[in-house]
């Protein structure tokens, strides 16, 4: 999926903004002073009427409980927010802005207001069986760190950002496992397991443009399992044995050969034999059979001559 193909397929509506918001600690007081002048004002329409001043004193008492419920509405306003969360504020279903600044706030207190967390979070998908490029069943398992970025996107544009991120995980995690080998045959090709720090960064680039529409940021991406499955591992291990055996052959066959080629060169220069070409075979072979041989030679005294 290309970042072009899913920026067409989904085009968010919402954007993040900043809520309308005030300190709270003015707001809290005046509440407070609200609530304490409505009752003084409650208390004296009280006195007033046990003064025999019926009308004024129930003018007075109504007018100290606007006052009470006034204050207790104004209060609803007050918000906490705890470092790592924020607040969505909507008005009557409207989306009105987020609040992320931290300690006591007041926004409108009809308004709605919901908790989310803005921390760094991990999803870690079980462990998936799928088959990589060649066609071989692998079992595949991947953590995802991630945080939201957009509050307004992650609640509004998807049913459950939570959710969302981890089918989008296990999508992406498939869809990279098919793309490569597990092991990689040829000279520079890329391969789960021997290229698994390339691999990671194309995934997390793949699922930074699967989750954009949630509002999440992917921050890492890791491979926490990597194998083949059971049913063709013991083959592969078999298979891997087999290379790591030629490579190995490679390797000594090519230091053999140059030690041969170096004693066969000071050997002329310090002229300690003439050897001719048939000599020469001869001692190539035996220098090839000792260096290449997987077991310690076994000397054979020629009491002769190389022709007899």
């Known amino acids: 999926m290309s970042e072009t193909t899913a920026e067409q397929a989904v085009r968010p509506e919402t954007r993040e903004i900043p809520a309308k918001d005030i300190g709270g600690g003015l707001a809290l ?14 208390v004296g329409g ?7 001043h019926h009308g004024p004193a129930a003018a007075v008492v109504i007018c100290g409980v606007v006052l009470i ?3 207790f509405i104004a209060m609803r306003g007050l918000n906490t927010i705890a470092p790592g969360e ?18 006591l706030r007041w926004v409108n207190p009809f308004t709605s207001r919901r908790r989310i967390s803005t921390r760094v979070r991990n999803h870690e998908t079980p462990v998936l069986k799928v088959n990589d490029a ?12 991630w945080q939201v970025a957009d509050t307004a996107q992650a609640l509004f544009e998807v049913d459950d950002f939570e959710q969302f991120v981890g089918i989008q995980t296990e999508t992406a995690v498939r869809h990279i496992a098919i793309e490569y080998p597990y092991d990689g045959h040829e000279d520079g090709s890329l391969s789960l397991r021997g290229n698994a720090e390339e691999i990671t960064e194309k995934l997390a680039a793949e699922l930074a443009v699967r989750v954009r529409a949630a509002g999440v940021r992917i921050v890492e991406c890791r491979f926490t399992h990597l194998a083949y499955a059971p049913e063709i591992a013991s083959a592969m291990l078999q298979r891997q044995q087999a290379g790591a055996v030629v490579a190995a052959r490679q390797l000594i066959v090519e230091g053999a050969v140059g030690m041969v ?13 003439e050897l001719d070409e048939e000599r020469k075979a001869a001692m190539i072979s035996n220098l090839m059979v000792v260096l290449c041989g997987d077991r310690a030679a076994q000397p054979v005294l020629n009491t002769g001559t190389l022709y007899q």
């Open 261 to 273: 080629e170096q004693a066969l060169a000071r050997i002329s220069e310090q002229g300690i034999v």
């Open 29 to 42: 007081l005046l509440g407070l002073v609200g609530l304490l002048l409505g009752i003084g004002t409650i």
């Open 86 to 103: 924020a607040r969505v504020v909507q008005l009557f279903g409207r989306y009105r802005g987020t609040i992320r600044t931290e300690g």
């Open 46 to 52: 009280a006195a007033l009427g046990s003064a025999g």
């Open 134 to 145: 060649y066609g071989n069943p692998i079992e595949l398992a991947a953590v995802v760190v």
């Open 69 to 71: 419920i006034a204050s």
